[in-house]
């Protein structure tokens, strides 16, 4: 059944084998280096079932993917409210923000893409780090540093140096959704992996996390370009 499936194996310095099913279907699996491939291969054959099934609704989920297109009254997503685009002769900046709504070049059509994904990464950055400011105290920790970039399939990330990196689409996130986010990569900073104890420390600070997990699993498609 997984010959069916799209695997990328990955090795590090971790303790322990973990498997995730990125939000384009495809299937990544981080193990220790020294962990031997008929390991690997034993545990994944006894997750065959639960795998296939989990990569089943991760396909169903991608369905609500839209494609965009940067023409006047296309919707476009920021902090959970969708704003309507406009395409003007005369702005001062290629992309703002105002009154509702989007206002885009006319001769920087071509540029939209790259004009959105800065924006979301400007305008995002502030907002993140205000976050991790009101939750970092009460959870003992500090990145070292903090940054916004494209990370294919996956919202955030904690790595080994204690620094925390952001996929611009979060801040298509509602508020709500924006939290749970950046309290799951500080809760990393303590506990590396997917524990009882670290999601004890997640539920402190976001008591319905289960919620902001099942909507970024509905919703995520739908967030992109």
Same mark, same amino acid.
């Given at each position: 059944?997984?010959?069916?499936?799209?695997?990328?194996?990955? &090795?590090?310095?971790?303790?322990?084998?973990?498997?995730?099913?990125?939000?384009?279907?495809?299937?990544?699996?981080?193990?220790? +280096?020294?962990?031997?491939?008929?390991?690997?291969?034993?545990?994944?054959?006894?997750?065959?079932?639960?795998?296939?099934?989990?990569?089943?609704?991760?396909?169903?989920?991608?369905?609500?993917? &839209?494609? &965009?297109?940067? !023409?006047?009254?296309?919707? %476009?997503?920021?902090?959970?409210?969708?704003? /309507?685009?406009?395409?003007?002769?005369?702005?001062?900046?290629?992309?703002?923000?105002?009154?509702?709504? %989007?206002?885009?070049? +006319?001769?920087?059509?071509?540029?939209?893409?790259?004009?959105?994904?800065?924006?979301?990464?400007?305008?995002? %950055?502030?907002?993140?780090?205000?976050?991790? *400011?009101?939750?970092?105290?009460?959870?003992? !920790?500090?990145?070292?540093?903090?940054?916004?970039? *494209?990370?294919?399939? &996956?919202? /955030?990330?904690?790595?080994?140096?204690?620094?925390?990196?952001?996929?611009?689409?979060?801040?298509?996130?509602?508020?709500?959704?924006?939290?749970?986010? !950046?309290?799951?990569?500080?809760?990393?900073? +303590?506990?590396?992996?997917?524990?009882? /104890?670290?999601?004890?420390? !997640?539920?402190?600070?976001?008591?319905?996390?289960?919620?902001?997990?099942?909507?970024?699993?509905?919703?995520?498609?739908?967030? *992109?370009?």
């Amino acid at each position: 059944m997984l010959d069916q499936l799209q695997l990328t194996l990955t &090795r590090s310095a971790r303790k322990t084998l973990s498997i995730y099913i990125e939000r384009d279907g495809s299937i990544t699996v981080r193990a220790p +280096k020294d962990l031997p491939l008929a390991k690997i291969e034993e545990v994944l054959k006894k997750k065959e079932y639960r795998i296939y099934k989990l990569w089943a609704e991760q396909r169903i989920l991608n369905e609500s993917h &839209r494609n &965009r297109e940067f !023409v006047s009254g296309q919707s %476009f997503l920021y902090l959970g409210r969708n704003y /309507a685009l406009k395409l003007i002769e005369k702005i001062d900046e290629p992309l703002v923000l105002k009154n509702g709504r %989007f206002y885009l070049r +006319k001769s920087e059509k071509d540029k939209a893409k790259e004009h959105f994904i800065n924006f979301y990464k400007e305008n995002g %950055f502030p907002k993140i780090i205000k976050r991790i *400011d009101d939750y970092k105290t009460t959870l003992s !920790v500090n990145p070292k540093k903090v940054r916004i970039i *494209d990370l294919q399939n &996956r919202w /955030a990330s904690c790595t080994q140096e204690g620094n925390l990196i952001f996929h611009w689409k979060c801040i298509m996130a509602p508020y709500s959704i924006l939290n749970y986010i !950046v309290v799951h990569e500080l809760v990393h900073l +303590k506990i590396k992996n997917h524990t009882k /104890a670290f999601w004890n420390e !997640v539920d402190k600070l976001i008591p319905n996390y289960l919620d902001k997990v099942d909507w970024l699993k509905k919703n995520g498609a739908g967030m *992109d370009l």
